[in-house]
């Protein structure tokens, strides 16, 4: 079925609208939201039903995370969760609009690379290695780039995929479909979470863990709890209500009680066939009770393990078990169970990118020892720190990934070192002088000391890439139009790209606001602008006509090109 991305675009909008509303008047609507989770995710479940590419649907997939448990939620929760979800609509509209070749060895990437930065107290600051730790909100950078004009996204520079196709002696790049249990559609149903080869599975994490540890008798199950539990199916079969709707029932007992589990959706032979009356099953699912049979007990689709002595361990009950991404047609108990051959087979072939020494000294855990228990963690493993991403395998393939990223950027810091910029910076701080006079304050010592550090960077002969950071109301956002000035001030165009269409709104009527009288044309580009008026727009930006753009992910969509942007800043 080929994907219909019409139809996706307008269910992100549907989901868009009642957050919008929420978020007016400084998330004063708030109140007036009651019982829109179910629309929420009925809309998300829409979307991802539409089948949409790997990548989009794992951030959809994280979005539809972020809505569940909105209605029981604090306003304080509420507030953040209307934020992220915002955030993740625009990316996730930004996703779509992109084309496929950015995936692909044509794309030229420019890393913000770590500068001095200045922190809660005013001091310049150069970070080292980052630190793992929560976000509390405090402390959200600013990237600002300086590349050469014009920016459109081409071959040539940055970092390319020039490697040859792996050799087949490389199991981690082997595809999927060859695993025992997989084929041929199981494959493409991985693909759908960005699982195509052995490497691939391996990095697909949990996203959370459930405790099927603790068997209770039937007798003592709460209603309302997702609980585990032992017994014997006294019956299995097929069935109808009172109102002809067929139903799949099996009945399980021990010697405190029976419980019903039902199916609604199921495969009548395969049920008959894999469950039958005698044998012995573990039980999972959420306990509820039926008004209409005697208050009875029941699980609606649990997992159901068949008990079998001669063999080890069970995968799915009686441990902690780990909860994946879904897609449609491919059941938890599936994917683990493929996940946990590929554990089993190739988790001590893995390549451990860390130095000994450093491994050793930071006590960290070697890389097979990490995937085996990031994926099927022990007993003793706590449940609360594994749901956090907080134990030690978590802090293994954490670390590595900010390794990696860091020596990334660190390679690219020195690249750029020796890069010869094509942009001369001419100007001589007129435009910024004219805006600091009708500021109505001055500005702090460290906001002047950075403001004199990225002047001085702008005007040597290499590009710049640094971080701006600072806490929120520190003064980010006037250093950075400052500096902007000053390109627009030597004939190119700047550009600011925020997280959210809220935010872009914010910073473009405060920045309209200033620079209106300097004779600085500014404008706003986002996803929300269709038909003519964005067309208009694009050409206008094409031309070179505005000096400062400011806009969201758009920015970087295919079809925006600029004339002679030379200075981009990304509110992060």
């Known amino acids: 079925m080929a994907f219909d991305r019409d139809r996706f675009v307008h269910l992100l909008q549907q989901t868009r609208r009642p957050l919008q509303f929420a978020a007016r008047q400084n998330v004063r609507k708030i109140a007036v939201l009651q019982d829109i989770e179910a629309r929420l995710l009925e809309w998300l479940d829409a979307a991802m039903a539409l089948q949409p590419p790997s990548e989009i649907a794992a951030n959809l997939d994280a979005c539809r995370r972020l809505i569940t448990g909105f209605d029981r939620a604090n306003p304080s929760t509420k507030l953040r969760v209307i934020t992220t979800a915002l955030s993740r609509l625009d990316h996730l509209e930004a996703q779509i609009e992109r084309p496929k070749i950015w995936r692909r060895e044509s794309l030229a990437v420019s890393f913000p690379a770590p500068g001095e930065d200045v922190d809660s107290n005013g001091n310049t600051v150069t970070p080292a290695m980052p630190t793992i730790s929560h976000r509390s909100g405090r402390g959200t950078p600013a990237s600002i780039h300086s590349i050469a004009p014009p920016v459109a996204i081409h071959g040539g520079q940055g970092i390319e995929s020039t490697t040859a196709p792996p050799p087949s002696s490389d199991i981690f790049r082997q595809s999927m479909q060859f695993v025992k249990g997989v084929g041929p559609n199981r494959s493409q149903m991985l693909q759908r979470l960005g699982i195509e080869t052995i490497g691939d599975a391996l990095a697909l994490l949990p996203r959370r863990y459930e405790d099927r540890t603790n068997l209770k008798p039937i007798r003592s199950l709460e209603v309302g709890r997702q609980e585990t539990f032992e017994g014997m199916i006294l019956v299995s079969g097929s069935s109808r209500t009172g109102r002809g709707r067929r139903l799949y029932e099996i009945i399980v007992g021990d010697a405190t009680g029976t419980l019903r589990c039902l199916w609604f959706q199921f495969h009548e032979t395969y049920m008959r066939q894999r469950y039958r009356i005698g044998q012995r099953v573990f039980v999972t699912g959420e306990v509820r009770i039926n008004p209409y049979s005697g208050q009875r007990k ?155 550090e990225i002047g001085e960077n702008l005007r040597r002969p290499h590009p710049m890439n640094r971080l701006l950071q600072g806490d929120v109301g520190s003064g980010k956002t006037i250093v950075a139009l400052l500096v902007m000035l000053l390109a627009i001030e030597s004939g190119f165009q700047a550009a600011i790209m925020a997280p959210t269409e809220i935010l872009a709104e914010q910073h473009y009527r405060t920045m309209q606001g200033l620079v209106q009288t300097l004779g600085v044309r500014v404008v706003l580009l986002t996803s929300g602008i269709k038909g003519r008026k964005r067309r208009e727009l694009l050409e206008t930006i094409a031309m070179g006509n505005v000096d400062l753009i400011v806009g969201t992910h758009t920015l970087i969509q295919e079809g925006v090109g600029f004339k002679a942007l030379a200075l981009v800043v990304i509110d992060e």
């Not at 683990?336 to 089993?344: A, P």
């Not at 393939?397 to 020796?418: D, H, K, M």
């Open 298 to 452: 029941e699980v609606h689709h649990p997992d159901l393990e068949i008990i079998d002595a001669d063999e080890g361990q069970p995968l799915h009950v009686g441990r902690i078990v780990p909860v994946y991404p879904g897609t449609e047609g491919l059941h938890q108990k599936t994917l683990r169970t493929v996940i946990k051959r590929i554990i089993d087979e190739f988790a001590d072939q893995a390549p451990d990118f860390l130095p000994p020494a450093l491994r050793e000294r930071l006590q960290l855990l070697e890389t097979p020892q990490a995937l085996r228990e990031v994926h099927f963690p022990s007993a003793a493993t706590d449940l609360e720190v594994l749901n956090h991403w907080a134990s030690e395998a978590h802090r293994r393939l954490v670390f590595e990934e900010f390794f990696l990223l860091e020596l990334g950027l660190a390679l690219r810091q020195r690249e750029t070192s020796i890069e010869e910029r094509a942009v001369a910076y001419r100007g001589t701080d007129r435009l910024a002088e004219r805006l600091r006079a009708r500021l109505p304050f001055k500005l702090t010592k460290a906001q002047e000391r950075v403001l004199a």
